[in-house]
């Protein structure tokens, strides 16, 4: 089936700075979603981007749907940004959403 | 709207026991399914749903049942609980389109454990 991996596996920054995670595939794709798990276990939908470039504020991603990988970027990053960010890409028929082990990210003040 | 909606928050089971884990949805969705996280890994699929009735199985599915007699819920079953089901367990939801799943919409999670 198909594989996700995502990079850094942690990061650690200060408030204020701006970071890449990344998300690699091993198979074509019509669907990528990024999720961010905060602290308290809630899992939220950021992006919705199977291919091309959308921001939503401080976050943006971008999907190269062709070279098989998607980036998600955070500026300014805020302690409340801490948490795990996940992606999730489509398998199996278009009905199987398989997740990526996740970026764990420690924001400090 | 409640979104998605998971009774109980928090379970303990002794080993051989059974139970079921509630969800429910009111956003109409046609798709539905199950996850569990584990400490370290992300989400794995267990069963989902495409519509009433319809059902299918993911990557880690033994060990459950569901079934989908209405469109806004979605219960699973664990039918002889065991410590290696010790987890926390999303239920998810979503639009379906030509494409592909659309937004999935996650509830709050049940966190397992089974001694």
């Known amino acids: 089936g198909i594989q996700v991996e995502q990079s850094p596996p942690d990061l650690i920054l200060q408030e204020g700075a701006n970071s890449t995670l990344r998300c690699n595939f091993s198979?074509?794709?019509?669907?990528l979603q990024w999720f961010h798990q905060n602290p308290w276990g809630q899992l939220i939908n950021l992006f919705y981007?199977?291919?091309g470039t959308k921001q939503n504020g401080r976050l943006s991603a971008t999907t190269v749907a062709t070279e098989r990988y998607s980036l998600l970027y955070i500026s300014s990053s805020q302690t409340t940004d801490s948490g795990v960010y996940f992606c999730?890409?489509?398998?199996?028929?278009?009905?199987?959403?398989?997740f990526g082990a996740g970026t764990r990210l420690a924001v400090h003040p | 709207n409640a979104g998605v909606t998971q009774t109980p928050k928090f379970q303990v089971l002794k080993t051989g026991q059974s139970m079921t884990l509630q969800c429910a949805q009111d956003?109409?969705?046609?798709?539905m399914s199950w996850y569990r996280q584990d400490p370290g890994m992300g989400l794995r699929l267990i069963h989902y749903?495409?519509?009433?009735?319809?059902?299918d199985q993911g990557e880690v599915p033994n060990g459950y049942n569901v079934s989908r007699s209405t469109t806004e819920d979605f219960p699973l079953r664990l039918l002889s609980a065991a410590p290696s089901q010790t987890s926390v367990y999303f239920c998810?939801?979503?639009?379906?389109?030509?494409?592909?799943?659309?937004?999935?919409?996650f509830g709050p999670g049940t966190r397992l454990l089974v001694l």
């Open positions: 981007i199977p291919s």
């Open positions: 198979d074509s794709v019509n669907n």
């Open positions: 998810a939801s979503s639009s379906r389109t030509v494409g592909g799943l659309e937004t999935q919409y």
């Open positions: 749903s495409v519509g009433a009735g319809i059902t």
């Open positions: 956003m109409n969705h046609e798709y």
């Open positions: 999730a890409v489509l398998s199996g028929g278009y009905n199987k959403l398989i």
